[in-house]
């Protein structure tokens, strides 16, 4: 079973860059037909996708974020990372990682953007 | 980008069927957009219950499922109980980007 662990600062300061990691147990995110995945969810809000990375290391991202946003991944530790830069109290959210195919999520962090 | 529909909000009485779409403004929905449709519950993160249209994740209950109706992916609901009082979002592929819907939040009532 894919277990998914999202883990960051809480807490980011206007205009700066806020970095995740998606740490990945039961599956390896250099290999195999996955893709991972990052979305978020404002307070009240539905769920945004923010981008995806391949296993191959090759990244999509939704066009409205595509130029704050970077996507890698970090075979020897498993793992891997969102950077979204010039950050707005509008990117305050819970930021989920997960994986496609079959759809495994983690259990989401919450980011707040204030001074 | 394509905006992807779904209905605000349905009532389902126990026991009963309920369905719910999942539309793309760009035309019809088909399996080459890999419908995916996700449970959330309050407070809780999102848990995926179909994928590619019609797949049943391992822990999903087979009360529900999957199919493309009239243009549009469908989750179909039958046997409604207590606890599938949720939001529920689909999720489409549409060139490139990925698309959530805006959720449609089930009263079980």
């Known amino acids: 079973q894919v277990q998914l662990q999202e883990s960051g600062p809480g807490l980011v300061k206007p205009s700066q860059t806020l970095s995740l990691t998606c740490a990945v147990s039961g599956a390896s995110v250099g290999s195999g037909n996955n893709y991972w995945s990052w979305i978020r969810q404002p307070a009240g809000k539905g769920l945004e996708w923010i981008g995806r990375i391949y296993s191959n290391g090759n990244p999509s991202f939704n066009p409205s974020l595509k130029s704050r946003v970077a996507l890698s991944l970090d075979t020897s530790k498993n793992q891997f990372s969102l950077r979204l830069s010039s950050v707005t109290a509008a990117d305050t959210a819970v930021y989920y990682c997960a994986k496609f195919p079959p759809g495994s999520w983690g259990q989401g962090t919450l980011v707040t953007v204030s001074s | 980008q394509a905006v992807v529909t779904q209905e605000p909000s349905l009532t389902v009485s126990p026991g009963g069927t309920v369905t719910l779409t999942c539309g793309s403004s760009t035309g019809a929905v088909t399996n080459g957009h890999y419908p995916y449709w996700f449970q959330q519950k309050p407070g809780q993160a999102p848990r995926t219950l179909i994928y590619?249209?019609?797949i049943r994740h391992s822990w999903t209950p087979d009360r529900f499922s999957g199919s493309l109706l009239g243009g549009k992916a469908a989750l179909t609901l039958s046997g409604a109980q207590p606890e599938d009082e949720a939001e529920y979002y689909c999720l489409l592929y549409c060139s490139g980007p990925v698309v959530f819907g805006g959720g449609t939040k089930l009263t079980v009532l």
């Open positions: 590619d249209t019609s």
